[in-house]
Each structure stands twice: as structure tokens, then as C-alpha cells.
């Protein structure tokens, strides 16, 4: 009952929102998880021309999305809902459908579709600006990732060319087989488990629009030729952040070489980097710091 208590005044709370319309309104996950969705409903219900809407990791469904889109699809410009497993892809493509001013959108890969791509991509919605996909998964095998075709994500580039199109990965090495077999027009990428030296000679060849790179634990395989691959495809390259990989210090330098003083961010754990028969890692600093026209050293844990 006391549980039931403090649902009801945040219930109350949130209801103090409903009548101011046209706000930035950010739903946490204040209330129990059972009150949640009839709450959100409530407030969908009585909400006009709201903007912004930022439902992650909450229990929202379809039928909570589709009042959201009855009342508001002429106001909705962002809405991010990683992580909201009640959602399916109907329940995003009806969004997409009817709210054509919507410029930002986070979502999780498995509700991302070709049917959805080509909906923001159609003539009368507006220019996407931003495009958050987060494949994740708990266990390994546990879902099986579909790809997206070609033309899909060229429809979504013909219409919105200036898109940020960022993907996180948290996925087991051997679920990544649907992803980066065509050209994806991905721009921030984000591998925060392990993923695979074949995965990455992928990206160097089918990411063309790729500006930053952040790679966790690969194993135990020097990255080098897939790098150099990258550094030589990848012209828009900016950032990149490595550890918990290898590189052999020459392949390193020869990366930094190629993209030169357009790596504006370059973060590589110490670590990483493998001393090999041309250069010790005393001098990987100096060498990278001529390319890149600034001081540079790799990045060290602090030792507490
Ligand atoms: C929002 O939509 C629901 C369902 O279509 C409707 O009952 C409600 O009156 C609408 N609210 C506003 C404020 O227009
Ligand atoms: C690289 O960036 C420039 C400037 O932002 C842009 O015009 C160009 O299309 C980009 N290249 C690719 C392959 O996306």
C-alpha cells in the first residue's frame, strides 16, 4: 500500500505538467513500473503540441505511442525511447508516419526497419537531423539481428544528407553478422564490448561517412591492416578512441600519418599500442605528434 502511496503523488506530480503545453517535458522513471504506462497515457491524453518527449528505459507501448501521435503529430520534433522493450516496429512506424516535423530520434535496432527509414525519408516529412540506434543484447544468441538494406539507408541520405546517423553496440562478437555487409551510412560508432577484426575491415570499407570511432575490447588480434583501412576510406574521420585492442606502433603511426591533422580527437589507452621492430613506444608519441601538429600521448590509467 505504502508502494502504491508514492506512486500516486508522483501520479500527481507529473499531472501538474498536462496543462502546460508547448514545454520541454522529460518523463523519468519516477513512478512504479505498473502505474507507469496508464500514467504516461494520461498525460499523452491531455497533452497538445509537445516537442520533446524522452521516454527511455520505460514500459511506454504502442497504444500509449499511438494517443501521443493522435494529439501531437504536428509539434514532435525529438523523441528518444531506447530501451522501451514494449515497442514494436508498428508501434515506431506509426510515429514516423504521422509526426513529420520529427528531426531527432533514439530508438533500439531491433524496431528499426526499412519500412521505417523509408517513412522518415518520404517527401513530406522533414530532414532528419540526428538518428540514435542502440543494438544491444543481454545474451549472446538470445535475439537475431536483421540487416537493413541498401537502399533504405540511401533513401533516408538522399533525403536527409546531413544526418547524424550514431549506433552503439553492445553485442556478443558472433551476433554482429547482419551488420556493415553494405555501405552504412553510419556517422558515430560506438563499440562498447567486444567486436571483431572482421567486423572492423567492414567498417573500413562500407562506412564512408564515418567521423568518430570508439572501439572497446576486440581480444587479442592486432588491428593494424584494418586501421590503415579505415584511416584510407574513412575521410571524414575525426575521432577515435581505442583499448583494450592491439596495434603494432607502426601500423599506429601510419594511421595518424594518412588522417593527419583532421584527428581532432585521438584517445588510445597505452596499452594498446604494441612496440615492434621500427618504433619503441618512447617514440610513438613524438612521431604521432608531428602528424597530428600538436602535443600528443596515450592515455594511462591512473595507478590507485
Ligand atoms: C488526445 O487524443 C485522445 C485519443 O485520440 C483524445 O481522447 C483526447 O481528447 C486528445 N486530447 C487532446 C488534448 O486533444
Ligand atoms: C564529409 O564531410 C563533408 C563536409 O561536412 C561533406 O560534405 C561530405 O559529404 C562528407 N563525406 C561523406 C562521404 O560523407
Same mark, same amino acid.
Given at each position: 500500500m505504502k508502494e502504491h502511496g508514492v506512486c500516486q503523488s508522483n501520479f500527481v506530480d507529473t499531472g501538474s505538467f498536462l496543462f502546460l503545453n508547448n514545454i520541454f517535458i522529460i518523463l523519468f522513471l519516477l513512478l512504479c513500473k505498473s502505474h507507469?504506462?496508464?500514467?504516461?497515457?494520461?498525460?499523452?491524453v491531455n497533452s497538445k503540441s509537445?516537442?520533446? %518527449?524522452k521516454i527511455e528505459d520505460t514500459s511506454v507501448d504502442d497504444l500509449s505511442l499511438k494517443i501521443l501521435v493522435a494529439n501531437n503529430s504536428d509539434t514532435l520534433r525529438l523523441l528518444k525511447m531506447?530501451?522501451?522493450p514494449h515497442v514494436s516496429s508498428d508501434g515506431i512506424l506509426c510515429v514516423a508516419d504521422h509526426c513529420q516535423g520529427l528531426?531527432?530520434?533514439a530508438l533500439n535496432y531491433y524496431i528499426l526497419s526499412d519500412?521505417?527509414?523509408?517513412?522518415?525519408s518520404s517527401e513530406t516529412h522533414v530532414n532528419l537531423e540526428h538518428l540514435r540506434i542502440d543494438a544491444v543484447s543481454e545474451?549472446?544468441?538470445? %535475439?537475431e539481428f536483421h540487416s537493413i538494406k541498401k537502399q533504405s539507408w540511401d533513401a533516408l541520405i538522399k533525403h536527409s544528407p546531413g544526418v547524424d546517423v550514431v549506433m552503439y553496440f553492445f553485442l556478443y562478437?558472433?551476433?554482429?553478422?547482419?551488420?556493415?555487409k553494405e555501405e552504412t551510412p553510419v556517422t558515430h560508432l560506438y563499440f562498447g564490448r567486444s567486436v571483431s577484426k572482421a567486423i572492423l575491415g567492414r567498417i573500413g570499407l562500407n562506412c564512408p561517412r564515418l567521423i568518430e570511432l570508439v572501439v572497446c575490447a576486440n581480444g587479442l588480434q592486432t588491428l593494424d591492416t584494418e586501421l590503415i583501412c579505415i584511416a584510407e576510406h574513412c575521410k571524414n574521420l575525426t575521432a577515435l578512441g581505442l583499448s583494450e585492442c592491439e596495434v603494432s606502433c607502426s601500423a599506429f603511426i601510419e594511421f595518424v600519418r594518412l588522417c593527419g591533422k583532421r584527428l581532432t580527437q585521438l584517445s588510445v589507452m597505452e596499452d594498446v599500442l604494441i612496440p615492434d621492430d621500427?618504433?619503441?613506444l618512447d617514440k610513438v608519441h613524438t612521431e604521432v605528434a608531428k602528424h597530428l601538429g600538436r602535443i600528443w600521448f596515450p592515455d594511462v590509467l591512473p595507478v590507485w
Open positions: 507507469f504506462v496508464s500514467a504516461l497515457t494520461v498525460v499523452f509537445l516537442s520533446s %518527449i531506447s530501451s522501451c528531426r531527432e530520434l519500412e521505417l527509414l523509408l517513412a522518415l545474451n549472446p544468441g538470445q %535475439i562478437e558472433e551476433e554482429f553478422e547482419a551488420f556493415f621500427e618504433y619503441s
